[in-house]
């Protein structure tokens, strides 16, 4: 089991706001980074640290954080953001080992 | 640029090892972890270890340890994941990704660069 929990599923309508939660222990301690993977590639950073982007990653895509939840915003969700997201995090044993999320599969109406 | 490129696909019996390698360019190979994640097809990412280039410390997922062994070689800028005893369910595609642990007690952690994926297919 994850010690990291997502919903397992989340729709959107176009041009609207979507967000996208992640729940674990180790998240009051570490920062979440968010991954989006699309069918048959590699997963692809979106937010890492407090709430910092890739070059490259649209301004449309932010991250927070409060307690043991961190979360991923999308605000004016477009058709190309249609994908699985992944949060990932240390876990919360102390030995700097990683986890992930169970993954969203988000959809964009 | 930065690029991480895998070996190609494999195709082992039940019982068997295999190994695949992450070749790091555009970089200085010592200078990160490579973290090792798989995905079984239709299923999420599952974190397997990771291991770093400079030290060759490795630290595993407690479901992986005793099967997995993680090394490099410097002089290669290349990184290796072996899998040992394998079952139908290590059917998967196998990635490697570079690490970002930063911060004061290391509290950003992140996969800034991925392998393109190497697909490990165990069958009889």
């Known amino acids: 089991s994850s010690e990291l929990t997502q919903d397992p599923a989340v729709s959107v309508a176009l041009g609207q706001t979507v967000r996208i939660t992640c729940q674990g222990d180790?998240?009051?301690?570490?920062?979440a980074s968010w991954y989006q993977q699309k069918p048959g590639q590699a997963p692809v950073l979106v937010i890492y640290?407090?709430?910092n982007r890739p070059s490259g990653i649209p301004d449309r895509f932010s991250g927070s954080s409060s307690g043991n939840t961190a979360s991923l915003t999308i605000t004016g969700a477009q058709a190309e953001d249609e994908a699985d997201y992944y949060c990932?995090?240390?876990?919360?044993?102390?030995?700097?080992?990683?986890?992930f999320g169970g993954g969203t599969k988000l959809t964009v109406l | 640029q930065v690029q991480l490129v895998q070996s190609g696909a494999e195709v082992k019996k039940p019982g068997a090892s295999v190994k695949v390698s992450c070749k790091a360019s555009?970089?200085?190979?010592?200078?990160?972890?490579i973290n090792w994640v798989r995905q079984a097809t239709g299923q999420g990412l599952e974190w397997m270890g990771w291991?770093?280039?400079?030290?060759?410390?490795?630290g595993y997922a407690q479901k992986f340890q005793g099967r997995v062994t993680m090394t490099r070689n410097t002089s290669i800028s290349t990184a290796y994941m072996e899998l040992s005893s394998l079952r139908s369910e290590d059917t998967a595609v196998y990635y490697c990704?570079?690490?970002?642990?930063?911060?004061?007690?290391?509290?950003?952690?992140?996969?800034?660069?991925w392998g393109q994926g190497t697909l490990v297919t165990v069958s009889s």
């Open positions: 990704a570079r690490v970002v642990s930063s911060g004061y007690y290391y509290e950003n952690y992140y996969f800034d660069y």
């Open positions: 555009g970089y200085t190979f010592t200078s990160y972890d």
């Open positions: 291991m770093n280039p400079n030290s060759g410390n490795t």
């Open positions: 180790s998240l009051r301690s570490y920062y």
């Open positions: 640290g407090k709430n």
């Open positions: 990932n995090s240390r876990d919360s044993s102390g030995n700097h080992l990683g986890v």
